[in-house]
């Protein structure tokens, strides 16, 4: 059986583990390369 909350969960795990190994957050915003193209219009933003 598929558990929503533990997918989530390892989803969240590795998206917070690319940018650390990839210099940290303020590394990869200062590169500008966001990896994906944001859609006509919207501009991306940092949380």
């Known amino acids: 059986m598929l558990d929503p ?3 989530d ?3 969240k795990a590795r998206q917070a ?3 650390a190994a990839n210099g940290g957050r303020e590394a990869v915003i200062a ?3 966001l ?3 944001v859609p006509p219009g919207v501009a ?3 949380d």
């Open 44 to 46: 991306p933003t940092f």
């Open 31 to 33: 590169r500008g390369d």
């Open 35 to 37: 990896g994906f193209s």
């Open 5 to 7: 909350v533990a997918v």
């Open 17 to 19: 583990e690319l940018p």
């Open 9 to 11: 969960a390892r989803a």
